[in-house]
């Protein structure tokens, strides 16, 4: 895999001329935001569009960085997606259209309880299609795992008898735990739907399509969005919805936010600590709109 952000430096030190200073802070700046991709938004750097960059200069500013220092870090962005348009990697820089430094940060869209519930019953058991989607969806929000690691799971990930989920990404590898309508879900789909739908009795992959290869993120995007529509919930629900409504469930119900970032993946507690964010954020809410005298 090509490492454009080490092309990017040389790029500025030998055809931009520009300082070591300079170089360290830009560089600094997207391999942060490439950090932050990766754990918030389950996104590559080349996949990024606008609404990710825009998102980030929110959760910078949500995270107390100074004006400068925000306005310092998009222009960094702007620079490097510059130079990937300029290289042909990408069509259009997505952070020419990115709106101006946000005051208020905009926090991730997460379901509440009940509309968690209504999109997990969404899919019948009826037939291969029902239960091998809502064994995807129950897994998704029982694990909070990204959508490129579940459908990279094998067969072999899922252990049952050990309620558990083993997670290998990046080279890292985590053990999940499973509830138990997951662990039913999965128990179902592997033992009655998976077999039938597989062509090839090698196929390691856990989650397959209706040909019988290995679920991509398009099909699962599908998906989603189906069963939202289906589902008839107003919220704009994506592949990584579940995922944060995971982590601000767990910590609104006593997790700490260190099994939290372990469960979820993160290399620095910070990117986890937004779901605190969320949950004050959500009491305040609660505050003002019951409280008598808010």
């Not at 968690?116 to 694990?143: I, N, S, W």
């Not at 399509?209 to 069963?227: A, P």
Request: glycine fraction near 6%.
């Amino acid at each position: 895999m090509t490492d454009y952000i080490k092309e990017f430096a040389g790029y500025l030190e030998l055809e931009r001329n520009a300082s070591h200073n300079t170089i360290t802070s830009y560089v600094r700046d997207v391999t942060q935001f490439s950090r932050y991709l990766t754990e918030q938004e389950d996104v590559e750097l080349p996949q990024a569009e606008t609404e990710h960059i825009e998102h980030y200069i929110a959760y910078m500013a949500g995270k107390g960085k100074s004006t400068s220092s925000v306005a310092r870090g998009f222009a960094s962005l702007k620079s490097y997606y510059s130079y990937l348009q300029n290289r042909g990697v990408i069509r259009r820089n997505p952070a020419k259209d990115a709106a101006a430094v946000k005051a208020e940060r905009k926090l991730p869209q997460i379901l509440t309880g009940k509309e968690v519930e209504l999109f997990l019953e969404q899919p019948q058991c009826v037939d291969q299609k029902g239960y091998r989607d809502h064994a995807m969806l129950e897994l998704l929000y029982a694990t909070g795992i990204r959508v490129s690691e579940l459908i990279g799971l094998n067969v072999e990930n899922i252990n049952l008898p050990g309620v558990f989920v083993r997670c290998t990404s990046r080279g890292k590898e985590r053990i999940i735990p499973l509830y138990a309508a997951a662990v039913k879900a999965l128990s179902d789909y592997m033992r009655d739907v998976r077999p039938q739908l597989v062509l090839n009795p090698r196929e390691p992959a856990l989650f397959v399509n209706m040909s019988g290869e290995r679920m991509s993120r398009q099909g699962f995007w599908k998906i989603i969005k189906y069963y939202q529509e289906k589902a008839q919930i107003d919220k704009d629900i994506t592949p990584h919805t579940l995922r944060h409504s995971f982590a601000a469930h767990l910590l609104e119900n006593g997790a700490d936010l260190r099994s939290i970032q372990e469960m979820l993946g993160h290399a620095d507690i910070s990117s986890t600590q937004i779901y605190s964010h969320m949950v004050k954020q959500k009491l305040q809410d609660v505050y003002h709109k019951a409280h008598p005298r808010a």
